[in-house]
């Protein structure tokens, strides 16, 4: 069986890089434990001087499109690009998690 590739998104400009890190590691750990495969847009993106906001978008979109599910980290309402990224996964009709929905059937599966 294969494993369900996930997105994972949140509230990442604006809060220091080692909180944001921290904070998606966490998240990215729990779901890789409920066999999930994690695209974690902290990791999937080189930080370097000069690169844009919509540089790391243009790469989070890319992987989005490749993920059957999202997984809403809380905060991700005060984000635009967490919103863009829901807006996008709404459309593409994926399975939506919110991290505080623990009756999600897809989620708690077995």
Request: glycine content about 6%.
């Amino acid at each position: 069986m294969s494993r369900v590739k996930i997105y994972l998104f949140g509230k990442i400009s604006g809060v220091p890089l080692e909180e944001a890190i921290k904070k998606f590691d966490h998240y990215e750990f729990m779901l890789r434990v409920n066999g999930f495969e994690v695209v974690n847009p902290l990791t999937i993106n080189e930080v370097r001087e000069g690169k844009t906001w919509i540089d790391y978008m243009k790469t989070d979109i890319l992987e989005l499109f490749q993920c059957k599910a999202i997984y809403m980290i809380k905060d991700w309402q005060q984000s635009v690009g967490a919103q863009i990224e829901y807006e996008i996964a709404k459309n593409l009709g994926l399975q939506i998690i919110d991290e505080n929905d623990t009756k999600n059937s897809f989620f708690h599966r077995g």
